[in-house]
């Protein structure tokens, strides 16, 4: 591919407030922390990634009449990316509350996204969509979107490369009706035993036996610091994450695998080589304290040196 690959994605551009504790969390009492408060979305995390390495992009998301839509808006102007979104002056903009121990570990998530559920299938019927998907060579979606609004963008996408972002267990299901159709889905250990009907402590390659008898062909499997496990039809292979030279905040890690993943493999790389990258940019955003980290290529490359080669599994 001699052009700059470029990507329509689909899916959660909101508000996400990050409040982490600065002592030992004390669970029904107040605990003393500080809050702050960003643009993120799965998809739309995992797109700025993309595009920092190299990806040209659109956005189709939908937000609220209000100021926090407006922060939204902004933000896509600032990351370089063409906004296809669509606001409804009388909604309130998405968004997703997160409680962080002193560590950065994720204690509690809060997604107040009612818009998304309502708008979604609806936008996915707009020409415009369709216009869209004809002038890029992909689409990233995440599972933020109902599951008529996700089968209806597979079906426009005609064969088109999908790669899609898991969310969370309870919406990562949203998926399944179009998981043959999926390109690779990224996904944490809790996601994939979702799918696959299993525990969460169900051997690994155990897990992707059953997403592929789900019709997953493809996908990575991540698991917090632990290792991080690849699967396509040539098998499946696992890589060690690096340690993080200091931990800001773990929100956001699994978005920049997944967006620097997929700027790879529409740069030629294949799954293998691709992750590496993803893992690269897993291991910025984990010592960053934004949900989406900064680096230029020479800080990518120094985080990319870090990162050890594929081992095949048995």
Avoid: W
């Avoid at 493999?265 to 010592?287: M, S």
Wanted: proline content about 5%; glycine content about 10%.
């Amino acid at each position: 591919m001699t052009h700059s690959p470029n990507i329509l994605a689909v899916g959660g551009a909101h508000v996400d407030r990050r409040g982490q504790v600065s002592g030992a969390y004390v669970p029904a009492a107040s605990n003393p922390g500080t809050m702050r408060e960003d643009v993120g979305g799965g998809v739309f995390n995992a797109l700025r990634t993309a595009v920092r390495r190299g990806v040209s992009a659109s956005l189709l998301s939908v937000r609220g009449g209000d100021g926090a839509g407006d922060t939204v808006a902004r933000a896509i102007v600032e990351a370089g990316v063409a906004d296809l979104s669509v606001t409804f002056l009388d909604r309130t903009t998405p968004s997703y509350t997160a409680l962080l121990d002193r560590e950065g570990e994720l204690i509690i998530g809060f997604a107040d996204m009612a818009l998304y559920e309502a708008a979604f299938p609806k936008q996915m019927r707009r020409a415009k969509v369709r216009e869209a998907l004809d002038a890029v060579d992909a689409v990233l979606c995440d599972a933020n979107l109902p599951t008529t609004a996700l089968e209806r963008l597979a079906g426009l996408a005609q064969g088109k490369p999908i790669f899609a972002v898991a969310i969370s267990p309870t919406k990562v299901v949203r998926l399944v009706p179009i998981l043959g159709q999926i390109a690779i889905l990224f996904m944490n250990r809790r996601e994939a035993a979702t799918l696959a009907g299993m525990e969460r402590e169900a051997p690994i390659q155990s897990l992707v036996s059953g997403l592929q008898k789900a019709g997953l062909g493809s996908g990575v499997i991540t698991s917090g610091s632990e290792m991080i496990l690849g699967f396509d039809k040539k098998g499946s292979f696992a890589i060690n994450p690096p340690a993080a030279r200091h931990v800001a905040d773990v929100t956001g890690a699994g978005d920049a695998l997944a967006g620097a993943t997929v700027a790879a493999l529409l740069k030629g790389l294949d799954l293998r080589q691709a992750l590496r990258e993803g893992v690269a940019a897993a291991l910025l955003a984990i010592e960053s304290p934004d949900a989406v980290p900064k680096f230029d290529a020479s800080s990518f490359a120094k985080a990319l040196a870090l990162v050890p080669q594929v081992e095949e599994v048995a």
